[in-house]
């Protein structure tokens, strides 16, 4: 690491120099004929090994020093909403991070959260859809606290293309679903129902990574959690959980529509030594349904913690 070998190098480096130093020193300076006085030399060496350590404790402090002013903590929460038709009157409650009884990254979702929206790179395609407009609470339900995502119409358009190929390069082209022969792999469908919603918030402190549960913002519901492998990532801190977890959602549409609810919060800590290095925590909840829908559904839940490097 390059802070270690700084560390290690400039203090090994001025020990080494100043003994030569006072070895020359004595040497040249001493009458002709004397003896080379060893009980001097020692006494010099014995300075230099004190003014090393010294110099050795200073830059430590001073590493330190510039790994904690180094290190930022920041919470994460992302919802997507995925519709491949249009729905109408639609309502969701996702799961929403809370802590204690309060939840700062909903109320900051609601103040300031803005949606990214998919579009398909297709040629004949308006790549600027009519926005959609969404509202957000959190609310209180039977399930515990949600975040409600609401709008009268989420209107979504199918595009149907085929690959172009022209000279080294290529692109998609729009055709009308008349033309569309889903056995032909140079024709596709994409569509831009497909919505991210993000907010962060920075911390004010190292945020606990290694056991959140009860401290940090994690979804309410849990239903059934287990404990899982990690993929083989299992260590001291890095444990694994799988639960049932709930997403309510109410909206008419076609019977083929299928749409995908996911919520997702993390927490992490970021330093730099030698490189950027950290840990964290995150928790997911997903679900798929098809055809309108009023009611609970349960998604399936997964929480990582303890994931990363941390120091002693």
Do not use: K
């Given at each position: 690491?390059?802070?270690?070998?700084?560390?290690?190098?400039?203090?090994?480096?001025?020990?080494?120099?100043?003994?030569?130093?006072?070895?020359?020193?004595?040497?040249?300076?001493?009458?002709?004929?004397?003896?080379?006085?060893?009980?001097?030399?020692?006494?010099?060496?014995?300075?230099?090994?004190?003014?090393?350590?010294?110099?050795?404790?200073?830059?430590?402090?001073?590493?330190?020093?510039?790994?904690?002013?180094?290190?930022?903590?920041?919470?994460?929460?992302?919802?997507?909403?995925?519709?491949?038709?249009?729905?109408?009157?639609?309502?969701?409650?996702?799961?929403?991070?809370?802590?204690?009884?309060?939840?700062?990254?909903?109320?900051?979702?609601?103040?300031?959260?803005?949606?990214?929206?998919?579009?398909?790179?297709?040629?004949?395609?308006?790549?600027?859809?009519?926005?959609?407009?969404?509202?957000?609470?959190?609310?209180?339900?039977?399930?515990?606290?949600?975040?409600?995502?609401?709008?009268?119409?989420?209107?979504?358009?199918?595009?149907?293309?085929?690959?172009?190929?022209?000279?080294?390069?290529?692109?998609?082209?729009?055709?009308?679903p008349e033309e569309y022969d889903?056995?032909?792999?140079?024709?596709?469908?994409?569509?831009?129902?497909?919505?991210?919603?993000?907010?962060?918030?920075?911390?004010?402190?190292?945020?606990?990574?290694?056991?959140?549960?009860?401290?940090?913002?994690?979804?309410?519901?849990?239903?059934?959690?287990?404990?899982?492998?990690?993929?083989?990532?299992?260590?001291?801190?890095?444990?694994?959980?799988?639960?049932?977890?709930?997403?309510?959602?109410?909206?008419?549409?076609?019977?083929?529509?299928?749409?995908?609810?996911?919520?997702?919060?993390?927490?992490?800590?970021?330093?730099?030594?030698?490189?950027?290095?950290?840990?964290?925590?995150?928790?997911?909840?997903?679900?798929?349904?098809?055809?309108?829908?009023?009611?609970?559904?349960?998604t399936d839940g997964e929480l990582?913690?303890?994931?990363?490097?941390?120091?002693?």
């Open positions: 690491m390059i802070w270690l070998s700084i560390l290690v190098g400039l203090p090994a480096g001025f020990v080494a120099g100043t003994a030569v130093a006072v070895l020359l020193h004595h040497m040249l300076t001493r009458p002709p004929g004397d003896r080379v006085g060893w009980r001097t030399v020692g006494i010099g060496a014995v300075v230099v090994v004190l003014v090393f350590g010294l110099v050795l404790a200073g830059l430590s402090v001073l590493g330190e020093q510039r790994i904690g002013e180094s290190t930022t903590s920041t919470y994460e929460y992302r919802v997507g909403i995925s519709a491949d038709g249009t729905l109408e009157d639609a309502t969701f409650y996702v799961p929403v991070p809370v802590e204690g009884n309060s939840s700062r990254l909903g109320e900051e979702f609601v103040r300031t959260v803005e949606y990214s929206r998919y579009t398909p790179p297709v040629r004949g395609y308006d790549g600027d859809p009519a926005p959609v407009n969404f509202t957000y609470a959190v609310v209180s339900t039977a399930e515990g606290p949600m975040l409600s995502i609401t709008a009268d119409r989420i209107a979504v358009e199918t595009v149907y293309y085929r690959n172009v190929e022209q000279g080294d390069t290529g692109y998609y082209e729009r055709i009308s889903p056995g032909n792999p140079e024709m596709g469908v994409q569509n831009d129902g497909s919505f991210e919603f993000t907010v962060t918030l920075g911390a004010n402190e190292t945020i606990d990574t290694a056991t959140p549960i009860g401290d940090e913002p994690l979804f309410p519901t849990r239903y059934n959690r287990t404990e899982v492998d990690c993929f083989g990532r299992s260590t001291e801190t890095n444990h694994c959980y799988e639960y049932d977890g709930r997403v309510y959602a109410d909206y008419d549409t076609d019977d083929d529509t299928v749409v995908s609810v996911s919520a997702e919060v993390s927490g992490r800590n970021e330093w730099f030594a030698g490189g950027w290095r950290g840990n964290e925590y995150r928790e997911w909840s997903r679900v798929q349904f098809a055809g309108p829908q009023s009611g609970w559904q349960v990582e913690v303890g994931r990363g490097v941390y120091r002693d």
